[in-house]
């Protein structure tokens, strides 16, 4: 997990993402009796694309794939753990 909280701490440095939570199992970890996971959601705020206001999570999985990661399913892998991007709510 380290190697992909490190990518995803590199991605907000490089100002592809601000501020972001990790959530579900992996963050319940931290509060609850050890759980198994298979992937790490991250919580983060989208932008729109230039000229709408649909969010994008393309310059987030552009920056991924740059750097050496896939897309499998209906997650990007990030070292060896499965991450999901969701919209962060307010």
């Known amino acids: 997990m ?3 909280l490190e990518l995803i701490n590199r991605m907000q440095r490089d100002g592809v993402i601000e501020k972001y939570a990790i959530g579900g199992a992996v963050a319940a970890i931290y509060y609850l009796e050890p ?3 298979l992937d790490i959601d991250i919580f983060v705020n989208l932008s729109t694309s230039p000229g709408t206001t649909l969010l994008t999570i393309a310059p987030v999985y552009d920056y991924l794939k740059a750097h050496g990661c896939k897309v499998e399913k209906e997650y990007i892998v990030i070292g060896k753990w499965p991450v999901q ?4 709510t307010h």
């Open 2 to 4: 380290k190697e992909t």
């Open 35 to 37: 759980a198994s996971t």
């Open 85 to 88: 991007f969701r919209q962060l």
